[in-house]
């Protein structure tokens, strides 16, 4: 198994800009994350799913879309870049939200917005 | 709502010393703990969780955690520090209901001196 893929592994955005953060898992996880990392901060929610068609917002939605239309699939897209969402973004998936069950994480994707 | 606290963001130790890395948390509920290991440009990896049973809880590498209710904590140790072990490490809690959500310390950060 690959476990959880991400591409690319970096990005470098002009403000104003959008793209796609592709997350793949190959679990059959149910559950899946996009959280963003930034110094001193620690892992804040964006969105997540509990199965294809589902989805939901966390702690920092804003500037963010997702969509699920497969159970492998989770990509992550910036409608507008915007310099404050320089940072690392791991997607991450499980068999349920919450609970016991571990979350297995992607190797993450570095962005940079100028 | 539920939230961890690490205190300081860096701990270094030598060598063959002892580790300890704080974490207290906040629950209404019951909680389930975790803590993950995160190495130089890798996503995050699971050291260890407490769900229910013992307190005391063996990981991988050799770390373990006690779970203590009285003291809302969960500190993770390791009797003898390794070069290898060098990681930013967080600190995460879920509670016990259908869907929740894991929330994340802000992370510290481990250095092992020669």
């Known amino acids: 198994n690959a476990g959880v893929t991400q591409t690319p592994k970096f990005q470098v955005l002009k403000t104003g800009q959008s793209m796609t953060l592709q997350c793949a898992q190959d679990m059959n996880h149910e559950y899946m994350s996009w959280y963003r990392q930034d110094p001193g901060m620690g892992l804040r929610l964006i969105h997540y799913?509990?199965?294809?068609?589902?989805?939901d917002q966390g702690e920092v939605p804003n500037g963010y879309n997702v969509s699920r239309s497969t159970t492998e699939d989770f990509p992550l897209r910036l409608l507008s870049a915007a310099p404050s969402q320089t940072s690392v973004y791991f997607c991450?998936?499980?068999?349920?939200?919450?609970?016991?069950?571990?979350?297995?994480f992607g190797p993450g994707t570095r962005l940079t917005v100028t | 709502a539920q939230s961890v606290t690490q205190l300081g963001s860096h701990v270094s130790v030598s060598e063959g010393a002892l580790v300890l890395l704080r974490c207290n948390y906040s629950s209404s509920v019951p909680p389930y703990l975790f803590w993950y290991v995160q190495y130089p440009n890798q996503g995050l990896q699971l050291l260890l969780k407490?769900?229910?049973?013992?307190?005391l809880v063996k990981g991988i590498n050799g770390f373990e955690a006690e779970f203590k209710k009285s003291e809302t904590s969960f500190h993770l140790t390791k009797p003898s520090a390794h070069m290898s072990d060098a990681a930013e490490y967080f600190c995460a809690v879920s509670d016990r209901r259908a869907n929740s959500k894991l929330t994340f310390g802000k992370g510290i950060t481990l250095s092992v001196r020669p």
């Open positions: 799913s509990v199965g294809a068609g589902i989805t």
């Open positions: 407490y769900t229910t049973g013992a307190t």
């Open positions: 991450a998936s499980s068999y349920v939200q919450g609970a016991s069950y571990e979350q297995y």
